[in-house]
C-alpha cells in the first residue's frame, strides 16, 4: 500500500538554525499537508498545499515557515531561525482530495537545543 | 469555542468489549469532514474513519463506526470487540468546508487502554 514518508525520523538542530522537513506524499494525492504536535498536546494544522501553492494555513504559519514543492514528488516545510518552542513532532500528510482522508506520515522529531 | 471536544482524556475497555470514544464539533459551514485517527505510542497517525457532512449513513471500517449525529454536532467513534493492540491515542478531526476557510482541526485526543 503506498504511504507517506518523511525523512529524517529525529532531527536535533542548534537554537537559531534553520531546518527543512522532506515529505514524499502518495504520488496520486493532490493535496499536502504539515501538522505539527507538541509532545503530550494535539496535534495542530499548520498549512495546506495545493496545485503548487499554499492553499489555506493557520496562525502558527507565520514568517518563519515556509513549504515547497521542489520537484515531482518532494514536499518540504523550511523552519527559518528556529527557536526551542519549535521543538514538535511533525508530520506530512496527503490526500487526494480536499475531501478525502489524509494519510500521514511517520513523523519527524525536531528537537531544537 | 472549540471546534472539536473530546471530553474523555482517558477510557479503559476490558478486552473483546465495546467501547465509544466521543467527539463534539463545531462548526458553521454545511460542509465538512469528520475523521478519526489513531496514534499508538510509536507515534504515527493511522486514518480510521471518515464521515462527510452530507453522508447519509453512518460510516463503518471494519470494527470501526462512526455514530453520525448531525443536529447534535456529534461523531462519536465506536470500537467494537476491543484488542489489546487497539490501547492508543484516539484524535478526532475536522476539516470545514470552503465557506469557513477549508482549516483543520484536531481534538486533544482520547488515550484508550484495553484490559486483557
Known amino acids: 500500500e503506498p504511504e507517506v514518508t518523511q525523512t529524517p525520523s529525529h532531527q536535533v538542530t542548534q537554537m537559531g538554525q534553520e531546518v527543512i522537513l522532506r515529505c514524499v506524499p502518495i504520488s496520486n494525492h493532490l493535496y499536502f499537508y504539515w501538522y505539527r504536535q507538541i509532545l503530550g498536546q494535539k496535534v495542530e494544522f499548520l498549512v495546506s498545499f495545493y496545485n503548487n501553492e499554499i492553499s489555506e494555513k493557520s496562525e502558527i504559519f507565520d514568517d518563519q515557515f515556509s513549504v515547497e514543492r521542489p520537484d515531482g514528488s518532494n514536499f518540504t516545510l523550511k523552519i527559518r531561525s528556529t527557536k526551542l518552542e519549535d521543538s514538535a513532532m511533525y508530520f506530512c500528510a496527503s490526500s487526494e482530495l480536499v475531501n478525502q482522508p489524509q494519510h500521514f506520515g511517520d513523523g519527524t522529531r525536531l528537537s531544537i537545543l | 469555542a472549540q471546534k472539536i471536544t473530546q471530553t474523555q482524556p482517558g477510557m479503559f475497555v476490558q478486552e473483546k468489549e465495546a467501547v465509544t470514544l466521543d467527539c463534539t464539533y463545531d462548526t458553521s459551514d454545511p460542509s465538512y469532514g469528520l475523521f478519526w485517527y489513531k496514534q499508538p505510542s510509536s507515534g504515527e497517525m493511522i486514518f480510521l474513519i471518515y464521515?462527510?457532512?452530507?453522508?447519509?449513513q453512518n460510516a463503518t471500517e471494519g470494527r470501526y463506526s462512526l455514530n453520525f449525529q448531525k443536529a447534535r454536532k456529534s461523531a462519536n467513534l465506536v470500537i467494537s470487540a476491543s484488542q489489546l493492540g487497539d490501547s492508543a491515542m484516539y484524535f478526532c478531526a475536522m476539516r470545514e468546508g470552503p465557506n469557513t476557510g477549508n482549516q483543520f482541526y484536531f481534538g486533544t485526543g482520547t488515550s484508550l487502554t484495553v484490559i486483557p
Open positions: 464521515q462527510g457532512s452530507y453522508d447519509q
